[in-house]
């Protein structure tokens, strides 16, 4: 297994660059199951959850062929109504084969993803309302079990703007018989990014990027194409990399737009962020100052930016309050950065984190996605090495994350974990 060593206190300088948002790659190519046609898709992360979506796909009888960040699809000859256990226990967003082959097919079998290390991520939302619209709903033997022989539009009211359950909703209504109205929904860029996608492949929407979504039902989908937005996780984490290390660097692809809350926060830490034809410049002269900061749905501050939060929290002037509303138990990563000499103690939701003037490097490990990557963040500003096992975590959703840290003037490398 491989690890991440990092030599802390380099101060990054240059330019990186963003990739394509994994997070709108995944609905993205699960809407390809909606119908015949090609789809060419652009700007694809070559991240292991696109590799596991892609197999996913494959298994259920979609041809798709991947040439770097480019992947074409087609998928007329979908059969399989299956997703099975041994792939959705790899990656949650498995569940996005729900809506589509639902809609599609009139039947479709997707294991229950179980728990996770950031907590119980129920899907009780995805399948009220996809009952709403007609399908009859069974969870049995690990399996969700959905059948209708055509769904049919419905007013759908969110208990919780939950993401993948949105998208879910929205791919199935794009082939429902009638008009299907989804209201408080979430509002993620990702979210209209893929109905622009499905627009164009000739789906009827209204309101793609608000809580109120509308949606026509149509009878067939066309081929498209489409290029991936910017993954503005990976923008928010490369963005706090500047600022934790004090250097100089530019964030190309960075939509500040997309990171409205994180900006302002990052910008109240005593962070210079300017725009410019190239992207988001960040600097920084002084210390970090504390911050008080709660997670909350788009367009709040985004809990996969949580971690990486934290770790500029832990060396900043002053006590800072980082508190979590989406997932409960996604603090993970505070036990680790007190092994890097980190002041935090967690009271329910809240953090509550004393800045220190340095992290001291250690062997920590990776527990989550997102935590991998406030841990890399802690130990680019460490004092000494810091190794990171575990990071096919990292893998799931950054694409050559040390290369491209490396480029920009960090001392980090991908070493063989020795067992
Ligand atoms: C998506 C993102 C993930 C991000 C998360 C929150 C993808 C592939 N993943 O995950 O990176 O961290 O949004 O921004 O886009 N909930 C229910 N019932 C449901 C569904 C969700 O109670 O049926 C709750 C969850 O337990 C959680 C909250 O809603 O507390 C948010 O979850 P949700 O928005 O569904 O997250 P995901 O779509 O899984």
Do not use: W
Not at 171 to 178: N, R, Y
Not at 242 to 255: E, F, H, L, S
Not at 374 to 394: F, N, P, Q
């Amino acid at each position: 297994m491989d690890q991440i060593r990092i030599i802390g206190g380099a101060p990054l300088n240059g330019l990186v660059e963003v990739s394509g948002a994994k997070n709108a790659a995944l609905p993205i190519l699960a809407a390809s199951l909606l119908g015949g046609g090609e789809c060419i898709i652009d700007h694809v992360p070559q991240v292991r959850d696109l590799i596991t979506m892609g197999k996913l796909l494959a298994l259920l009888g979609v041809e798709v062929q991947t040439e770097g960040s480019r992947v074409v699809m087609e998928a007329s000859k979908v059969q399989s109504i299956e997703a099975p256990y041994d792939l959705v226990k790899t990656m949650r967003a498995s569940i996005l084969a729900l809506g589509p082959l639902l809609t599609r097919l009139g039947e479709a079998k997707v294991s229950l993803p179980g728990g996770c290390a950031i907590g119980t991520r129920p899907v009780n939302l995805h399948l009220k309302g996809l009952a709403m619209m007609g399908a009859e709903v069974e969870v049995e033997h690990g399996y969700i079990h959905a059948k209708a022989r055509r769904l049919k539009g419905a007013r759908i009211d969110l208990d919780f703007p939950t993401v993948t359950g949105t998208e879910n909703l929205i791919m199935a209504a794009c082939l429902a018989e009638g008009t299907t109205s989804l209201h408080h929904v979430a509002r993620e860029p990702e979210i209209a990014d893929l109905c622009a996608f499905l627009t164009k492949r000739g789906a009827k929407i209204l309101g793609a990027g608000t809580d109120t979504i509308i949606i026509e039902g149509v009878s067939e989908l066309h081929g498209a194409k489409h290029e991936v937005m910017p993954d503005r996780v990976e923008a928010g984490t490369f963005v706090m990399a500047g600022a934790i290390t004090g250097g100089d660097i530019t964030v190309k692809g960075c939509i500040s737009d997309h990171l409205g809350t994180v900006f302002t926060k990052i910008q109240e830490m005593g962070v210079e962020l300017t725009e410019h034809s190239e992207g988001v410049r960040v600097r920084r002269s002084g210390p970090l100052k504390a911050v008080e900061v709660k997670t909350l749905p788009y367009p709040g501050f985004p809990t996969d930016l949580q971690a990486q939060m934290m770790a500029l929290m832990s060396v900043a002037d002053g006590t800072s309050i980082l508190t979590e509303t989406i997932f409960e138990g996604r603090f993970l990563h505070v036990p680790e950065l007190h092994r890097m000499g980190a002041s935090i103690e967690i009271d329910g939701p809240h953090a509550v984190v004393k800045g220190i003037p340095v992290l001291t490097g250690a062997p920590v490990m990776a527990s989550d996605l997102r935590a991998s990557a406030g841990l890399v963040l802690a130990g680019l500003a460490a004092e000494g090495e810091t190794t990171i096992s575990r990071v096919y975590h990292l893998d799931r959703g950054y694409e050559r994350l040390e290369e491209k840290l490396k480029a920009v003037g960090a001392q980090v490398e991908r070493v063989r974990e020795v067992v």
